[in-house]
């Protein structure tokens, strides 16, 4: 094995290849729920590196675990405990290779800091719109392996909509150069869209080429407070309708959820959260001019309080307010946090039907479940809710997650198939619903998953039990 | 044989097995260049019965050729010439499944016609974006297995971009049950967009679900007369910034493509052609109103001839006006045929190189080919050109074709590669392209693409030899 560990210190230098000490920020999950081991965490520089390493740990049969910003949510990016595995961080790859303005395309290499992304774009007066929690800190080839999803999704779709080319390199250590700046191209397969979301476990994203926006000339926020999630789904069409592609951004939270938020971060204003069952943040983004935003905004505002979709509402004067609103959506996992321990869930059903499934799932949940609390909140404009379960008020919550999480994830699971859902609308599998995916997913796509998963990483070293916990 | 045709029979009924007669609908291709020999024309009614004729034809070890309104531009869904291969239409498979306006999607059998899935969106107040010459017979399942591109992918993307979900039947006859009203689903890889663009080598698409949008309230056309191919880009970002989202179509015509429209359409006005070198047409598409969009596109226009990359321009006062200019620009490939034989290309280069591309090109045939006549024309805004070659002026032009052809698309598709362009934007490969593709698509892409075939069709007994002329 000292072999490999040789071989590999020669392709990308010992510096780079790391096996002693605190290997915590490769071996620890980002939510700290698990701690792998690896073999050695090794850092390449370029493709040619990233390819080299490839090769040699196919000869040597060893498994690779690509890692980004190491933010994942599903633990799709650490080592397993073995200590058999090599961690390829992608890291050290974070160059912008190219801007091209006229073709409204950027090219980064995958260990490119999302937040990098957006600033580069921003300085060249365009818009790189894919936004999450952890832009600081993820990374774009992460972003790619996992299609992520975030804030932005009803306008511009997730990263797999914002790619234009890979450059990847293969399980056999081969480069696919498929970076590209083309809007369209019919010569093929869509081997693309395949690496994307495979979550490392296809070939190694290297680089990319992502698709560039014209900022808008002005950016609003609102909030509304809305009677139920079939007046927010109300909302929603008639947002829709009337800003067009101007509508950027559709959140919902439900009034648990604002509650913890007011409870926990005192300092924070939380519009509407004594009186209302839900709160609705939207964005207006405009290419004309802050006043059409406005005026638009407000137009649509008091449409939805004239329907009764919405009982109030108010327009952020200026970018401050703006930031504040957001800060309240955006500290909700903060604040569940803080209200203790929690079973998270990230699931979608088509918009129709969410009305109908909160209505079924938290009878369902109250009925089963004593004194259940649930954290409702999400990106309504793409049907996807993340639908906590916080453990009941002042009992042991370590207990009631170690007893009832299981139960708890079957219960809403079971909803999400009846009403035609997914179970990992934005997070994807990883490790974490590895053993899960096969209730879930029928057997014919589980099927094609493997044939494709055998034809292109036949000896299966890469990523090895994400996604698909076993092959055949 | 004949048992299989007595099973097919048996599956689909015997009026719905063709093997008599005069076939030409389904054996003759869309630019009648080539015919093929079908062993039998199989019309399946419903899901099930195309997972039994697959059943039967992979027992039987017969090859299947999928075709929806044989519309396409490649050759890739008629049978070859051999007698051998079973036509698999699905053209009695043509139901309207579900509409759900709130969810903003619809599913629909593969055998839709394109026009009827527009017009029961239309009669929901909603709109299907995708729109191209054939809609009036082409059907959704062939747009999708081809990934159709047409005059609102700047806006709306290629066809892929309007799927949400997929039923297919696999090459052994399963059903992959992946139709899906959501907008984010991570839970394994992207089947959906392998399939979408395979043109029927990898499964048959028998339905799908499709994403719809608002209707916008206002969707006004003009003609901009522009100096050059850099000017028509430098309007084509000035548009982008001014108009957001709301520029839904951007086609270049270049001087001569048109002043052969107005040669052989004289009835039709074709703006500014004597005296610019290119023709812009431009769509707005408002989600206000129509004085509102009408005030953004004069605004526009105004500030195009400021900066000089329009010196002169006219928006349609009425949606009569504003369908003529539409069609001077798709009355081009049929003024084209009225001057005679063509050489046709459907390239794409990244937009910011499209100006050296045509000037470099123009240059180079017309210094290789005497007398060349280059008609170009497309979709800007993609990067998309119809970059063709009309014969000499008054020669034997069969005879040119005959001995040019070859020589023409080599010096074109050269450039394109220099360019980091595709030799196909948005036609397909089929069999047309399928030997000229691995002279310009990487060995690595290559061999993927072959591995993903020999996953999902071991047999190849899907479309074989269209994409992949050989499957190793």
Known sequence: MNGLLDQLAAIVGANNVLNQGDLS?????????????????????????????????????????????????????????SGTQVVLSLQRMARVRELDAANLAITVEAGCVLQTVQEKAREAGLLFPLSLAAEGSCSIGGNLATNAGGTQVLRYGNARELCLGLEVVTARGEVLEGLSGLRKDNTGYDLRDLFIGSEGTLGIITAATLKLFPQPAATLTAWAAVPSMEAAVQLLSLARRRLGAGLTGFEVMGQFALSLVARHFPQLRVPFVEESPYGV?????????EAHARAGFEALLEAALEEGCATDAVVAENIAQARTLWHVRESIPLAQAEEGLNIKHDISVPISRIPDFCAETDALLAREIAGVRLVNFGHLGDGNLHYNVQAPQGGDAAAFLREQE???????????????????????????????????????????????????????????????????
């Open 25 to 81: 920020a490769w071996e620890l999950d980002w939510r700290k729920r698990s701690r792998g081991k690896a073999l050695a965490v090794v850092r390449p520089g370029s493709t040619a590196e990233v390819a080299a390493v490839v090769q040699a740990c196919a000869a040597a049969g060893t498994p690779l675990v690509p890692q980004g910003g190491n933010t994942g949510l599903v633990v799709g990016g650490i080592p397993d405990p």
């Open 281 to 289: 943040l939207l964005e207006n983004a405009d290419h004309e001019s």
């Open 406 to 472: 299981h139960r708890v994830n079957t219960l809403v699971y079971e909803q999400v198939r009846r009403f035609g859902g997914s179970i990992s609308a934005e997070h994807g599998i990883g490790s974490l619903k590895a053993g899960t995916l096969p209730q879930y997913k029928s057997p014919v796509a589980l099927g094609l998953m493997r044939a494709v998963k055998q034809a292109l990483d036949p000896q299966g070293i890469l990523n090895p039990a994400r996604v698909l916990e076993s092959p055949r």
